[in-house]
């Protein structure tokens, strides 16, 4: 089974070596989700949902939140944020029996970037 949650964080980039509005310093109110999978314990819960925050916002939302992005990654694009995200993540939710199968960023509510396991393999 697999459940998500979603959380969103304010963060100033550029975008380097790219023609374009966006090479320029500025921000946005990024959304992401989670999606986690695995077996449903006694209780009929895959992972609980304040488990998960704790997780995201020791590991993710206490970096991004606020931050100028590009001291983080080289290349700040919605893509390489899910890809940093998934790296932040993937670990501590495999020590909570669970698996990371999507996580998907919005640099705004139109635009947003998919990466998924299979992506990775």
């Known amino acids: 089974?697999?459940?998500?949650?979603?959380?969103?964080?304010?963060?100033?980039?550029k975008l380097e070596?790219?023609?374009?509005?966006c090479e320029r310093l500025h921000g946005h109110t990024y959304a992401f989700s989670l999606t986690v999978q695995g077996k449903p314990d006694r209780e009929g819960m895959v992972l609980d949902f304040a488990e998960l925050k704790r997780l995201t916002e020791d590991r993710v939302l206490?970096?991004?939140?606020?931050?100028y992005l590009n001291e983080l990654m080289p290349q700040?694009?919605?893509e390489n944020i899910a890809a940093w995200?998934?790296?932040s993540m993937e670990e501590g939710i495999r020590q909570m029996g669970c698996s990371l199968c999507e996580i998907e960023v919005w640099e705004?509510?139109?635009?947003?970037?998919?990466l998924?396991?299979?992506?990775?393999?």
């Open 1 to 13: 089974m697999k459940i998500r949650r979603t959380f969103s964080f304010d963060a100033a980039h």
């Open 17 to 21: 070596s790219y023609h374009g509005k």
């Open 62 to 67: 206490s970096r991004l939140d606020h931050a």
């Open 76 to 78: 700040p694009t919605a």
């Open 85 to 87: 995200i998934w790296r």
């Open 108 to 114: 705004t509510k139109d635009c947003s970037a998919i």
């Open 116 to 121: 998924t396991r299979e992506d990775l393999e």
